[in-house]
């Protein structure tokens, strides 16, 4: 496979000055791809592949040939708005691996606005694989997940950075800090803090003079207050308290109340509510007393676009040097979690980890903690490597290891689907041994909680390889996703290759909602049956969760009660040469030298450390390692 970029379109501005004229509705990008072709006239462009309509903060894959380039065209509804750029690919990958991989900038668009472009540049992969071990696992597969999209009032808030100072629309003051600082609705711009999100009371609406947020307060609160805008010439710097930008130009720049004073773009004001004088702030703080005292709880729900999930995170190996043990420490960023919208993750990571000590199976947390800059979690050192580094060296396992492996994974994501816990992230990457060979699953960054009996939840999330159909397919899911991915991972080690294959995302995705895995003949006939129950694409008669996995004839010879204890003795014992051996894991985890990598201080004095209240924690187990 030839390098590729994966490109992401985020936000969409148009030229401030013009703002006014025009109202720009619901804009949507289209890209087209377009090859070099020598004909007699000279060289023209061709699109050979279909008319890609991203939807905002998606990513898709973009193969880099010479002469190839990406046509992106920006429209609305109104099918007025046309703007346009060209970028050559070879070009625009030049530029990112000049900045380490990764490239954010505004794409300037014809005949006005700007687009605001991510891009990752990604190297050739390894394409030539022996027949036996077609599509190999070679290499290590990042996770992907939805960008969060908290819905509130039919807002579609999701997490913003904004470019130039903003106004939060709830509380009236600067939303403030670097990277992805506040909440943007999707659907009417609103820009608000992330800590107001729970006050915002007005409704979401294209328009709001009929609105039935502005019904509701008519009829409950006898408010119906229409604000009698007027064009207003503004002599300093003055911000919209709609969508919390500035407002452009020399004159006219944009709309005030006659009576609360309140100021607008034009192309706001059929989004602002009918308000007029009333304190969203003090009034969603009103309400919540309100409803308290009547027991009612407010809930958001949660979907979303796609976004690639990248968390800076180091883990180092540290040792108690009161009792010479050693630990493996994981350091997350907290300026890269607020900017990826990644706190609740984090939370659930730690929540998850620490029921953990209930299951042999689950890696094990001491404590968790937490500095100006870094959060820390301090866990249970697992010398004995992951399942994809042994892999690599032996191209698959055996029959007998296989089945070792596959039953006690089993052990530990049934553990967890009793605690209403879906893993959401199962594969070789993230089983690990320990000094014995047993296996202990790791990463709970993309589990969902709360999700006991019928509770079924949408978003997209995984590891694509190892994604179940019906993420795909948008439907709502519950634990049937994880016996897909443990389908795909029994496959790995028995075969030594992924079971759906396609050059890119795209096509592995259209192989794994239509192909069929290929089964060696060599393959014993329970193997094969257990796999074809497991890739059963109706959730509900899937393996896992129709009947009972340990019932089946693959695991004849397995004795579940002894498995559970950690009685039955591992096939496989890694090689260790002390304690602190690091020889089972990649040398590229181990080279770098164990230090801590610095944030800009201005970064780090505009993060919101209330945000992180509930992270630090002591496990009842640490009490026994340090011996109090």
Request: net charge positive; with cysteine.
């Amino acid at each position: 496979m030839s390098p590729f970029l994966r490109i992401g379109f985020s936000n969409f501005e148009i030229d401030p000055g013009l703002a006014y004229h025009e109202e720009v509705l619901n804009p949507y990008c289209a890209v087209y791809m377009k090859e070099a072709i020598d004909t007699e006239k000279g060289q023209v462009y061709k699109q050979k592949k279909p008319t890609m309509y991203p939807p905002w903060s998606t990513t898709f894959d973009a193969h880099i040939h010479r002469g190839r380039i990406m046509h992106v065209m920006v429209k609305d509804r109104t099918a007025e708005l046309k703007s346009e750029a060209t970028v050559a690919l070879d070009s625009l990958a030049t530029r990112c691996k000049k900045e380490n991989g990764k490239l954010e900038i505004w794409l300037e668009l014809k005949p006005q606005g700007r687009l605001l472009m991510e891009a990752r540049y990604y190297l050739e992969k390894n394409t030539e694989r022996e027949r036996e071990g077609l599509f190999a696992l070679h290499q290590r597969r990042g996770a992907i997940k939805q960008a969060k999209v908290h819905v509130v009032k039919c807002h579609e808030f999701s997490a913003t950075f904004f470019p130039q100072p903003t106004f939060c629309s709830v509380c009236k003051e600067f939303v403030w800090g670097l990277n992805k600082q506040g909440y943007q609705c999707r659907q009417c711009n609103a820009a608000i803090h992330k800590k107001c999100i729970d006050k915002v009371i007005a409704k979401c609406t294209g328009s709001a003079i009929n609105s039935k947020e502005t019904m509701i307060h008519k009829e409950r609160f006898k408010i119906d207050m229409p604000h009698r805008f007027k064009v207003y010439n503004y002599k300093s710097p003055t911000f919209c308290e709609h969508c919390g930008t500035l407002l452009w130009g020399l004159a006219k720049q944009g709309l005030k109340c006659e009576e609360c004073s309140m100021n607008v773009h034009h192309k706001c004001q059929k989004k602002v509510a009918n308000l007029c004088g009333v304190n969203q702030k003090l009034m969603a703080e009103a309400l919540a007393i309100i409803e308290s005292k009547h027991g009612r709880k407010v809930s958001g729900l949660e979907m979303g676009d796609f976004s690639k999930l990248v968390l800076c995170l180091q883990v180092f190996l540290a040792e108690l040097k009161k009792s010479g043990q050693f630990f493996a420490v994981k350091a997350l960023k907290k300026d890269v979690v607020l900017m990826d919208d990644d706190v609740e993750c984090t939370m659930v990571e730690r929540r998850v980890l620490s029921l953990a000590w209930e299951n042999p199976f689950l890696t094990h947390l001491y404590c968790t903690f937490q500095t100006k800059e870094n959060l820390f979690f301090v866990m249970e050192y697992l010398n004995g490597g992951d399942l994809m580094f042994h892999i690599q060296s032996c191209h698959k396992f055996d029959l007998h290891r296989s089945i070792f492996y596959a039953a006690e994974i089993i052990c530990g994501l049934q553990f967890l689907h009793s605690k209403g816990i879906i893993y959401r992230d199962l594969k070789l990457d993230n089983v690990l041994l320990d000094s014995e060979g047993h296996i202990k699953i790791a990463d709970f960054g993309m589990c969902k909680e709360n999700m006991q009996e019928d509770s079924r939840t949408s978003t997209f999330c995984g590891t694509p390889d190892y994604i179940a159909p019906e993420i795909l397919l948008g439907q709502k899911y519950s634990t049937s996703v994880d016996w897909w991915s443990f389908g795909v991972l029994l496959y790995e080690m028995l075969i030594g290759q992924s079971p759906f294959h396609g050059r890119d995302e795209e096509e592995l995705f259209q192989s794994i909602r239509t192909d069929d895995p290929v089964y060696p003949r060599w393959l014993t006939r329970d193997a094969k049956d257990i796999l074809i129950k497991l890739f059963v694409r109706e959730p509900e008669e899937r393996l896992g969760v129709k009947g009972n996995i340990r019932q089946h004839s693959f695991f004849s010879s397995t004795d579940w009660k002894a498995l559970e204890q950690r009685q039955v003795a591992p096939p496989f014992k890694p090689t260790l040469t002390s304690p602190s051996d690091c020889s089972n894991f990649d040398k590229e985890f181990i080279n770098e030298k164990p230090r801590l990598s610095c944030a800009d201080r201005t970064l780090i004095n505009s993060v919101d450390q209330t945000m992180f209240k509930n992270f630090s924690f002591v496990n009842p187990g640490m009490a026994h390692v340090t011996g109090r």
